[in-house]
């Protein structure tokens, strides 16, 4: 693919970025609500998972993808990955952007996810399963916080459920074990949980099994559906942006490792077929 950052006013698809396939299920609910737009998605499964990695090593990383997709035509990127979203996400906006365009906007997950649950939970206690990565970087608690500060926060790290999902054994019975281990993990750290936030966006593909495990009366919240609604929010608060976001309805999908691998891997997350074009990052 051609490097065409030099047009900076000409209209580009939004970007959408993501270390693996879960960035899909994110991918998938932007893309019902708003339907009109172009978009680039780079899954960076070359390098996955991110999850155990170190901040400096998450942010080079998805710097790097961000780089990318701005040089193909992309003014808005969309992080739609939780680690990214809490390790690389705050120093991009803040060291990256300023020095690249004042047009250029990268926006995460995590808050949008947040801002959702004061009108859900009712106990005022929330529950979060997530990767090792995203529960050591606090990024919930700390929103949420920031947003509800009555909001009592408990997080789960559930390290084997991206590789349930990935290797297609997230329907088996033997998957079972591990998601009812974890959600039982959670609950009986803090019995008034009323709402789990599902902060990976792999977990959607667990969601009727985790729903077995969890009790009547308990909400599990996926990010997709939060996401979509807060992008539709900011690009009409956002005109200047949106006039930048090209609006033919194109979709295109680049991996930084195999194209094959990755085209039958996603077309599990999205139940169609499509076409994968493999990039390498500099």
């Given at each position: 693919?051609?490097?065409?950052?030099?047009?900076?006013?000409?209209?580009?698809?939004?970007?959408?970025?993501?270390?693996?396939?879960?960035?899909?299920t994110?991918?998938?609910?932007i893309?019902?609500?708003l339907?009109?737009?172009?978009y680039?998605?780079?899954?960076?499964?070359?390098?996955?998972?991110y999850?155990t990695?170190?901040?400096?090593?998450v942010?080079?990383?998805?710097?790097?993808?961000?780089?990318?997709?701005?040089?193909?035509?992309?003014?808005?990127?969309?992080l739609?990955?939780?680690?990214?979203?809490?390790?690389?996400?705050?120093?991009?906006?803040?060291?990256?952007?300023?020095?690249?365009?004042?047009?250029?906007?990268?926006?995460g997950i995590?808050?949008?996810?947040?801002?959702?649950?004061?009108?859900?939970?009712?106990?005022r206690?929330?529950?979060?399963?997530?990767?090792e990565?995203?529960i050591?970087?606090?990024?919930y608690?700390?929103?949420i916080?920031?947003?509800?500060?009555?909001?009592?926060?408990?997080?789960?790290?559930?390290?084997?459920?991206?590789?349930?999902?990935?290797?297609?054994?997230?329907?088996?019975?033997?998957?079972?074990?591990?998601?009812?281990?974890?959600?039982?993990?959670?609950?009986?750290?803090?019995?008034?949980?009323?709402?789990?936030?599902?902060?990976?966006?792999?977990?959607?593909?667990?969601?009727?099994?985790?729903?077995?495990?969890?009790?009547?009366?308990?909400?599990?919240l996926?990010?997709?559906?939060a996401?979509?609604?807060?992008?539709?929010?900011?690009?009409?608060?956002?005109?200047?942006?949106?006039?930048?976001?090209?609006?033919?309805?194109?979709?295109?999908?680049?991996?930084?490792?195999?194209?094959?691998?990755?085209?039958?891997?996603?077309?599990?997350?999205l139940?169609?077929?499509?076409?994968?074009?493999?990039?390498?990052?500099?």
């Open positions: 693919m051609k490097d065409i950052s030099q047009n900076k006013n000409v209209a580009g698809p939004i970007g959408i970025f993501d270390s693996g396939y879960g960035g899909l994110i991918y998938r609910e893309q019902e609500l339907p009109q737009y172009n680039l998605y780079l899954g960076d499964n070359a390098r996955t998972p999850g990695r170190s901040f400096g090593v942010y080079e990383f998805t710097r790097q993808c961000v780089k990318y997709l701005f040089s193909q035509g992309c003014h808005l990127v969309i739609a990955c939780n680690t990214a979203s809490a390790k690389a996400l705050r120093s991009i906006q803040q060291i990256d952007l300023p020095a690249i365009s004042s047009q250029k906007r990268v926006l995590i808050r949008p996810t947040v801002e959702t649950i004061g009108d859900i939970t009712q106990s206690h929330v529950g979060v399963l997530a990767t990565g995203t050591k970087s606090n990024s608690p700390l929103e916080q920031k947003l509800f500060p009555d909001i009592v926060v408990t997080g789960e790290a559930c390290p084997m459920w991206v590789p349930l999902v990935e290797t297609c054994e997230h329907k088996s019975p033997g998957a079972d074990y591990f998601i009812k281990r974890h959600v039982d993990n959670l609950l009986s750290r803090d019995s008034q949980i009323d709402t789990i936030i599902l902060g990976c966006t792999h977990y959607p593909m667990l969601i009727e099994k985790i729903k077995q495990y969890v009790p009547q009366g308990v909400k599990v996926t990010q997709g559906a996401v979509a609604a807060s992008l539709k929010n900011y690009l009409a608060r956002h005109p200047e942006m949106d006039t930048l976001c090209a609006k033919e309805g194109n979709r295109v999908f680049c991996t930084t490792e195999s194209d094959s691998r990755f085209c039958e891997q996603a077309s599990r997350f139940e169609q077929h499509i076409d994968v074009q493999h990039v390498t990052l500099d």
